[in-house]
C-alpha cells in the first residue's frame, strides 16, 4: 500500500468520527509490514477528558491485535480542518513510546498534506530511558 492508499484509508475511517462538541473529525490509518490496515477515529465524551483521539485509536488498535512498532510501517492522520492537521501532545507523547521515531508520518486535510515523524513533530522526547534506571 502506498503513502496516497493509506491516507484514502484514514480518510474512510475518519467518516466514523464522533465529534458532536468540536465538530472536528479525524481519521487515522495505521500499516503494518505485513500489509494489514488499522483504523481509528476520534470518539468524544462529554466530559472531554474521556475523548480518544484518532491516531491512538489506531495504535491502541495495531498494539491490542499482537502488533508493536517493530511490524508497524507508516501511520496517516486526517481531518476535515481548514489546515493539515497534526496530532496533540498527548498523542505525541503515546506515538514516541509506542512508533519508531522515524517510521513516516502522513498528515492530510484533502488539500494539503505534509509527511513527518515523530522524531520531527516531538524532539526530545520523554521516553522510558527517562523513568527506567
Partial sequence: MNRE???QEAFKAMKNSYAPYSKYHVG???LTKDGKVFLGTNIENASLGATNCAERSAVFSAYSN???KDTIEALAIVSD???VCAPCGICR???SELIYGDTPIYLSNG???VDMSINK???MQFGVEDVVR
Fill in 5 to 7: 492508499e493509506l491516507i
Fill in 81 to 83: 480542518g481548514g489546515r
Fill in 28 to 30: 487515522a490509518a495505521i
Fill in 66 to 68: 499482537g502488533y508493536t
Fill in 121 to 123: 513533530l516531538l524532539p
Fill in 93 to 95: 507523547q503515546v506515538l
Fill in 111 to 113: 488539500k494539503q498534506s
